[in-house]
């Protein structure tokens, strides 16, 4: 299923789609097993509407959490470090959350020294860095 709306990318999640429609292309061009065929059209399919999707955002700019913004926040007794990206190239394992993430929604538009009352099981976050 591909998301309805805008579908936000930084200019490494833009590399990441065109790169999946290069490598499904060039791999159509040989693949002769029918089942393979049709799961690489779909995918094909897929990255194509996320291309076809993608905003290209700005680099985030300012004093406050935007799209791109790289984070550092304390919430619980620890000290957590992500960067705001599109949903296509979130990957938590390496600190890149969604911008649909309840984490990314509660920090937009904060700055640092912000304290945020989220909701469980986030709770109070406190915004300590903020790198573009």
Known sequence: MVDEGPNPVTAEGMAQI?????RIETAL???ANVLLRETLERDLRYWTVRKASAELAPPPSGDTISFGSKVTIERKGRTQTFRIVGVDEADPAKGLISIRAPLAAAVIGARVGDTIEADEPLGELDVLSIQR
């Open 18 to 22: 065109d790169g999946h429609v290069a």
């Open 29 to 31: 061009k040989t693949e």
